[in-house]
């Protein structure tokens, strides 16, 4: 058409390969748009009117956008040919340009699927509490890696792939020292998934790092636990799987967290009981001596027997759970009476005042059975004796 009409043979050539460049061009932004602005929609609102929500996660715009992308690459690869099928080299160099494009936008892909991932996994019931952040990052890395290694390829030739692969093979202790934390995170995050070690909300201690409070995230290299003080503390999640830490998880699952402590008894308190305090234990209704008519009781023991009553019936502790009252070794500071319960609400706060609640009355009943704490003399006792 050139041609006829009047236009030389040079110009008439290079305005055909502008005309067929600019088709090119037109074709793919017209496919794109119809991918964007007819079909992603229509998978939108096909996926907004079914009853499960993951399908809204795969469907959302940044992963319609990254396969979108996808569009332009191929479009051009196919049809460049017919604008330089006369011109190889340039070919050669514009449709590697194509490749190196079409794996940056697949990896970029990758990357945006896994996030979906992600956001579907957090709103699983069983899959929210596991660790696969780490996973998720341990697979975008794999990817960004091949891609370089496939963009190298393409570059230098795809003949010469085998020889990046086989040179990456020789350089791999220099690779695994680049990405030991990686690696250890990605063995470390399956162990945890695995045997169920850690879940994103746990409340962990691990002295050894300073860290006691709760798991704010779990990735490829770091664990974050935001501490009661509201610090954060960031650990290596492979120091999880070789150390030791303590993850409370199982108390506040099971509905009772423990209280576990003593009072120290002065031994010289600890004696029998006579007739005129059983019979004054037994008018307050007090568990007492009224079955020990026929052996003598020990104040000791009727106090402990009092401590489990009022453990049994008092508001808060938990009814379900191991209620015990025990002497412990006799030491030089006193003998210990422990007492072992738990207490309904696991939330610190309500436990520290249910706690507090039971040894404060403990400790003023304490004298009613002629027992009395002890205490090591201090400045004021000694003055007292001098």
Not at 23 to 36: C, G, N, Q, Y
Not at 63 to 70: D, S
Not at 252 to 257: A, D, I, K, L, V
Not at 305 to 324: C, D, I, T
């Amino acid at each position: 058409m050139l041609r006829e009409a009047g236009v030389g043979e040079a110009y008439a050539e290079q305005g055909a390969r502008i005309v067929v460049m600019a088709a090119i061009l037109l074709v793919s932004w017209i496919v794109v748009r119809i991918f964007r602005y007819l079909l992603v929609p229509a998978l939108q609102r096909f996926s907004s009117q079914t009853k499960v929500t993951w399908d809204d996660h795969l469907f959302k715009d940044k992963v319609m956008h990254g396969i979108g992308r996808l569009i332009p690459p191929v479009i051009w690869y196919v049809m460049l040919p017919l604008a330089f099928g006369d011109m190889p080299r340039l070919l050669e160099v514009l449709q590697k340009g194509c490749k190196v494009y079409l794996i940056v936008v697949s990896v970029w892909l990758v990357h945006v699927f896994l996030n979906a991932l992600h956001d579907i996994s957090n709103e699983h019931e069983t899959l929210r509490y596991k660790p696969l952040k780490g996973v998720y990052q341990m697979i975008t890395l794999l990817a960004v890696c091949i891609g370089g290694i496939l963009i190298v390829s393409v570059l230098i030739g795809e003949n010469n792939t085998m020889k990046i692969l086989a040179g990456l093979g020789a350089s791999a202790a220099v690779v695994m020292l680049i990405f030991k934390d990686s690696i250890l995170g990605l063995v470390a995050g399956v162990q945890l998934s695995a045997n169920d070690m850690l879940r994103p909300g746990d409340w962990i201690t691990m002295s050894k790092y300073g860290a006691d409070g709760y798991v704010t995230e779990v990735t490829l290299t770091t664990v974050k636990v935001q501490n009661f003080d509201k610090t954060i503390t960031t650990i290596p999640p492979y120091a999880l799987v070789s150390d030791s830490f303590q993850n409370w998880r199982g108390m506040r699952e099971c509905g009772g967290r423990r209280i576990k402590r003593s009072i120290l008894v002065d031994a010289d308190t600890v004696r029998f009981c006579s007739p005129e305090e059983l019979a004054r234990f037994q008018e307050k209704g007090w568990p007492g001596g009224e079955t020990e008519a026929e052996r003598p009781v020990v104040n000791l023991q009727l106090f402990r027997r009092y401590v489990r009553h009022y453990l049994k019936n008092r508001p808060g502790v938990h009814p379900g759970l191991l209620q015990m009252v025990r002497m412990l070794q006799p030491t030089p500071e006193g003998i210990p009476v422990e007492i072992y319960c738990f207490s309904e609400n696991t939330e610190w706060t309500a436990y520290e005042a249910l706690q507090d609640d039971i040894f404060d009355h403990l400790l003023a009943v304490l004298p009613e059975f002629g027992l009395r704490v002890f205490q090591r003399p201090s400045g004021r006792d000694v003055r007292s004796l001098s």
